[in-house]
T-cell receptor, first 115, second 108 residues
Framework: NAGVMQNPRHLVRRRGQEARLRCSPM?????VYWYRQLPEEGLKFMVY????????ESGMPKERFSAEFPKEGPSILRIQQVVRGDSAAYFC?????????????FGDGTRLSIL | SQQGEEDPQALSIQEGENATMNCSYK?????LQWYRQNSGRGLVHLIL?????REKHSGRLRVTLDTSKKSSSLLITASRAADTASYFC????????FGTGTRLQVFP
């Protein structure tokens, strides 16, 4: 049973380009969470999605960032017109239910570098 | 703002010794979770303790929770070199809020 799969593992973009990060949750999981981690820091919550719905996007910048989790296919975190400050590791986690008393299962992240 | 703060930020010990990490938080929680992160990898869930629990064990791990002091501790007994990693607490209300982590180095 495959875990949470994120791709690409590493992504390099120039300033102004778009970055698309993909996350396939564990089989049977319909809840997806995106986090951002800067070096030597903890993870910061960005957005929580259930299939076809955004449940909580309170941690996601209003400009340039968007997320989706379509009925079919992976969840996508999209960053438009990237800037140097977007360089970070982006992690996706999934859970079978949106129950805060359940652990989340994490992917190995996408490391985004902006030149 | 970050909910959890871990203490110490970094810890170095010899194999066989115990490692204790502390976490403090600010608001009411449903539960508190501990995760481990190896370098370059994602987080792995270790243990979850609910707000009405005071202590929980899992193998060599022991977690305590004091809701009156808004603090938790993670004890790893008889540490091994393979325990070298960063350890994060995360408080759960409607979302997970992570602390800044403790970087544990276990020397053989």
């Amino acid at each position: 049973n495959a875990g949470v799969m994120q791709n690409p593992r590493h992504l390099v973009r120039r300033r102004g380009q778009e970055a698309r990060l993909r996350c396939s949750p564990m089989k049977g999981h319909s809840h997806v969470y995106w986090y951002r981690q800067l070096p030597e820091e903890g993870l910061k919550f960005m957005v929580y999605l259930q299939k076809e719905n955004i449940i909580d996007e309170s941690g996601m910048p209003k400009e340039r960032f968007s997320a989706e989790f379509p009925k079919e296919g992976p969840s996508i975190l999209r960053i438009q017109q990237v800037v140097r400050g977007d360089s970070a590791a982006y992690f996706c986690a999934s859970s079978p239910w949106g129950d805060s008393n359940q652990p989340q299962h994490f992917g190995d992240g996408t490391r985004l570098s902006i030149l | 703002s970050q909910q959890g703060e871990e203490d110490p930020q970094a810890l170095s010990i010899q194999e066989g010794e115990n490692a204790t990490m502390n976490c403090s938080y600010k608001t009411s929680i449903n539960n508190l979770q501990w995760y481990r992160q190896n370098s370059g990898r994602g987080l792995v869930h270790l243990i979850l303790i609910r707000s009405n629990e005071r202590e929980k064990h899992s193998g060599r791990l022991r977690v305590t929770l004091d809701t009156s002091k808004k603090s938790s501790s993670l004890l790893i007994t008889a540490s091994r070199a393979a325990d070298t990693a960063s350890y994060f607490c995360a408080t759960s209300t409607d979302k997970l809020i992570f602390g800044t982590g403790t970087r544990l180095q276990v020397f053989p």
